[in-house]
């Protein structure tokens, strides 16, 4: 059986979100994995290239430089066009996994359930371990008003713990930026692979951001996280809402009828999502912060799709 072992020089803090039976649900959640998938080859996935491969896949149209060792005399003989042939090659799949650390995020915690930002580190570790143990390339990318740069991708189970401490590290703040920070990704990545963008999804550029990705051959997936007080705020009377990102604040008088106006807007809001995904076939996935993070990584990966 696989098993996670911290180092024997590593601190061990009793607030930590990585502790022990974080890491034992980790596990859990590896051997899982490896029986929904048994059978299947890890790590792997097919792209067309040109030159040498497993098999024929396509043509592309000749351009000056490429070699011209790969040009399909065939065709040309038939339709005179220089015409490169391209192949099913094998290579490592690259994910990436956006997490939100906007301010907005660092709302939410209650009794028996974590800030956003503390669910969202747990759902992020937890994609980062199954890629990890199935030998893809790993990236863990912070965004907020911008996209954090990250480090080098990582790759083997053994780099899971410098994704924790990194993870530990990171503070919710600043404003969201989502369709700015996943088109720099786009931009910088060269390497298309899954994207996996754990949000809580209230900036309006959600949308805009999830095409740029599909238009760049990415392939998005949606993870929401929302707190209870999001979906059912419970306050009445003369109140102060203050805007988490902004600081803006406003006096309201808080009546049912307001909170049901409320209720209404966020629904809305959610359907908003739910039919865009559903137009650009963007696996979405959401949860509210008092659902255990195991749950919906099951969710994720019995889907279909994250895991190759």
Same mark, same amino acid.
């Given at each position: 059986?696989?098993?996670?072992?911290?180092?024997?020089?590593?601190?061990?803090? !009793?607030?930590?979100?990585?502790?022990?039976?974080?890491?034992?649900?980790?596990?859990?959640?590896?051997?899982?994995?490896?029986?929904?998938?048994?059978?299947?080859?890890?790590?792997?996935?097919?792209?067309?290239?040109?030159?040498?491969?497993?098999?024929?896949?396509?043509?592309?149209? #000749?351009?000056?430089?490429?070699?011209?060792?790969?040009?399909?005399?065939?065709? #040309?003989?038939?339709?005179?066009?220089?015409?490169?042939?391209?192949?099913?090659?094998?290579?490592?799949?690259?994910?990436?996994?956006?997490?939100?650390?906007?301010?907005?995020? &660092?709302?939410?915690?209650?009794?028996?359930?974590?800030?956003?930002?503390?669910?969202?580190?747990?759902?992020?570790?937890?994609?980062?371990?199954?890629?990890?143990?199935?030998?893809?390339?790993?990236? @863990?990318?912070?965004?907020?008003? &911008?996209?954090?740069?990250?480090?080098?991708?990582?790759?083997?189970?053994?780099?899971?713990?410098?994704?924790?401490?990194?993870?530990?590290?990171?503070?919710?703040?600043?404003?969201?930026?989502?369709?700015?920070?996943?088109?720099?990704?786009?931009?910088?990545?060269?390497?298309?692979?899954?994207?996996?963008?754990?949000?809580? *999804?209230?900036?309006?550029?959600?949308?805009?951001?999830?095409?740029?990705?599909?238009?760049?051959?990415?392939?998005?997936?949606? @993870?929401?996280?929302? &707190?209870?007080?999001?979906?059912?705020?419970?306050?009445?009377?003369?109140?102060?809402?203050?805007?988490?990102? !902004?600081?803006? &604040?406003?006096?309201?008088?808080?009546?049912?009828?307001?909170?049901?106006?409320?209720?209404?807007?966020?629904?809305?809001?959610?359907?908003?999502?739910?039919?865009?995904?559903?137009?650009?076939?963007?696996?979405? *996935?959401?949860?509210?912060?008092?659902?255990?993070?195991?749950?919906?990584?099951?969710?994720?990966?019995?889907?279909?799709?994250?895991?190759?």
């Amino acid at each position: 059986m696989t098993r996670i072992t911290l180092p024997p020089d590593a601190p061990r803090r !009793t607030d930590d979100p990585f502790d022990d039976a974080f890491l034992r649900k980790l596990e859990y959640l590896h051997i899982v994995s490896r029986k929904v998938f048994a059978g299947r080859t890890r790590a792997e996935r097919r792209a067309k290239r040109i030159g040498s491969g497993i098999e024929f896949a396509d043509h592309r149209d #000749y351009q000056p430089g490429d070699d011209v060792r790969y040009l399909d005399w065939a065709v #040309y003989g038939r339709l005179e066009r220089l015409l490169l042939r391209l192949f099913e090659e094998e290579e490592d799949l690259s994910i990436y996994i956006l997490l939100d650390t906007s301010a907005s995020m &660092a709302t939410g915690a209650d009794v028996g359930a974590p800030a956003k930002i503390d669910f969202g580190k747990r759902v992020a570790a937890a994609l980062c371990y199954l890629g990890l143990a199935n030998l893809d390339r790993v990236s @863990i990318l912070p965004f907020a008003a &911008a996209l954090s740069p990250g480090g080098a991708p990582a790759r083997g189970r053994a780099r899971i713990f410098g994704i924790l401490d990194t993870l530990r590290a990171i503070e919710a703040g600043e404003t969201t930026a989502l369709m700015q920070s996943l088109a720099t990704l786009a931009k910088q990545r060269r390497r298309p692979g899954l994207v996996a963008v754990v949000s809580d *999804f209230y900036d309006p550029g959600f949308a805009e951001g999830l095409n740029v990705l599909r238009y760049h051959r990415f392939e998005p997936y949606a @993870i929401q996280v929302l &707190a209870r007080a999001d979906l059912l705020p419970d306050a009445l009377g003369d109140v102060e809402i203050v805007d988490a990102e !902004t600081g803006e &604040a406003r006096p309201v008088r808080l009546t049912p009828r307001v909170l049901d106006e409320y209720r209404r807007a966020h629904a809305a809001h959610l359907s908003a999502i739910d039919a865009h995904c559903r137009r650009a076939a963007v696996p979405l *996935f959401r949860t509210e912060t008092h659902v255990p993070f195991e749950d919906l990584i099951l969710r994720v990966f019995r889907a279909g799709g994250f895991l190759r």
